[in-house]
Each structure stands twice: as C-alpha cells, then as structure tokens.
C-alpha cells in the first residue's frame, strides 16, 4: 500500500486543490475512515476495489467509478482483484490542510 500527496489537481493550477493517490497492492486490505476522505471525490483509475463500512456492509467498485466517501462510516478498503487499485482524490486545500490526515 502506498499514499503519494502530490501538488496542484492540474500543471499551472494554483493551491487551490489537494490531490492524492492511493494504492492496495492484490488482495490488500487497508483501514480507512471519514477523516481520511472529507470534501474529497475519489477516482478509481484501476482496479476493484471493495469498501467496507462500520456496520460490516460491503460494495464493490471498479475502475471508472467516481466516489464520495465522506459520511458512509467507511472501515477498511479492500482489494479484491488480480491487479494494484488506484484511488485518486481530489479535495479544496483548507486553512487547515497543515495538519496531516492519517494516511
């Protein structure tokens, strides 16, 4: 599993965003939660991925899907196909962006 925070959503875009890619190597599983997620959409650009919530419900995505993760009392991430999975998420940076999410 690997987190890579990276610079502005596009060349020449100002601080105005936050963007973040995150990867679940076959058969990964990852714990996650809302924080980690808030004001984010997530792209999944390769990959099934399966989320599982507090309540132990699950649902599978694939790559194309476009997600927001924030509020579903998200759990853990799981990979549950042959190849990486590759989340990327895009937020607004914030005042308070200085202080770093669990990753």
């Not at 973040?20 to 959409?41: H, Y």
């Amino acid at each position: 599993m690997s987190c890579d925070e990276t610079g502005p959503l596009l060349p020449g875009d100002g601080p105005g965003f936050r963007r973040r890619t995150v990867v679940l190597g076959p058969g990964e599983s990852r714990p996650s939660g809302d924080a980690e997620w808030r004001d984010a959409l997530v792209v999944v650009e390769r990959g099934d991925v399966e989320l599982e919530c507090a309540a132990g419900g699950r649902r599978r995505f694939s790559g194309g899907a476009v997600l927001w993760l924030a509020g579903i009392d998200l759990r853990v991430l799981h990979n549950v196909g042959d190849e990486a999975v590759v989340l990327l998420a895009v937020s607004r940076r914030r005042d308070d962006d200085a202080s770093t999410l669990p990753l």
